[in-house]
């Protein structure tokens, strides 16, 4: 495979196409704290198994939060947190949530070759179905690194056997990004790719795309502005928000490295102190539900465990019905 032999032709899936629009997407992308792109040069992989591991005990914490909120969700996760805590996986899998590949060691995708990236994927994906005993249809790039340089990663997804894909902001980041992807799901691979890319959510102001929220936007940003993205993205593309946030955002407690940038300091640490309770306002303001769930294919024929009929009508009358 070389890059000439690769043609990015994105088709936008019409938002007809999608059975259950009237329910949200949540995801956690299951990662500790030193797994971070701004912390890479405090902990370098051969410290990890050196540092306080604090995912197993946050990720509990997601989970009882759910739990009792009574919502699905889909956990992408890192193979890495998969062989050192498979007793988790299989929490995630007993009470119906959705697993999903985060990658083996949160490798951006750009540092990896083909082989890497196709060793890694594999392998992450193996040990989180044998952990969980589910198949894994989901990719989370680390860093949200699908970006115009690694689109080569799609094909090798569908080699791989993955379904979807949710690994595009398409804003402009100094990390991430590619602010000329569709801001709407779509077969990055073209009408008859069987792969599906669900990107991050985006609001459109003034000719340009802006984060709709999730992580460390939702810290940092007044909770109004994550509820008016919500419905924004539900009204404007008439399309279900695809939120995400870590285990570590709930953990005010995690140790802090000495140095750190300014800017790495602010995404990292503000406000990890209101985050449970910023989530549990978002969990009762909208309805969500597992990835896979929310994303129904009308050519899907998999009949999901779980999955519900709210009775909604497609179209924007199920979106009008969602608001508070
Ligand atoms: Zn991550």
Do not use: C
């Not at 007793?87 to 990896?112: F, Y």
């Not at 985006?202 to 999730?214: F, L």
Request: hydrophobic share 35%; charged share 25%.
């Amino acid at each position: 495979m070389t890059d000439e032999g690769f043609r990015f032709q994105p088709f936008v899936i019409p938002q007809t196409e999608f059975q259950q629009p009237s329910v949200n997407a949540m995801s956690v992308d299951v990662e500790d704290y030193f797994h971070v792109e701004a912390l890479k040069d405090n902990y370098n992989i051969d410290m990890w198994s050196g540092l306080e591991h604090r995912v197993e005990k946050n990720t509990h914490q997601v989970l009882d939060l759910f739990s009792e909120t009574n919502v699905k969700a889909t956990f992408f996760t890192l193979g890495w947190v998969a062989q050192q805590y498979p007793a988790l996986i299989r929490r995630m899998a007993d009470e119906g949530h959705e697993i999903g590949s985060h990658g083996l060691e949160h490798k951006r995708i750009h540092t990896q070759s083909r082989s890497e990236f196709q060793a890694d994927i594999r392998k992450s994906k193996n040990l989180l179905e044998d952990t969980g005993g589910q198949a894994v249809k989901g990719y989370r790039a680390a860093t949200f690194s699908i970006t115009e340089e690694t689109l080569w990663a799609y094909e090798i997804l569908t080699d791989e056997g993955y379904a979807y894909s949710s690994s595009i902001y398409p804003v402009k980041h100094d990390l991430y990004g590619m602010p000329s992807a569709p801001r709407q799901p779509f077969r990055p691979l073209g009408p008859h790719g069987a792969l599906v890319e669900y990107p991050l959510p985006t609001i459109r102001i003034a000719g340009r795309n802006w984060p709709g929220g999730g992580g460390g936007y939702f810290r940092l940003l007044p909770y109004a502005y994550a509820k008016w993205a919500v419905r924004r993205v539900n009204n404007e593309l008439n399309l279900p928000f695809m939120f995400y946030f870590h285990p570590w955002e709930v953990d005010p407690d995690q140790p802090r490295p000495d140095t750190m940038s300014a800017k790495s300091q602010i995404r990292h640490y503000s406000n990890l102190d209101k985050m449970e309770q910023r989530l549990r306002r978002l969990l009762s303001d909208f309805s969500w539900g597992r990835v896979d769930q929310v994303f129904t294919l009308h050519g899907d024929t998999e009949v999901l465990p779980g999955k519900v009929d709210t009775g909604f009508p497609s179209g924007n009358t199920a979106m009008q019905k969602l608001r508070v």
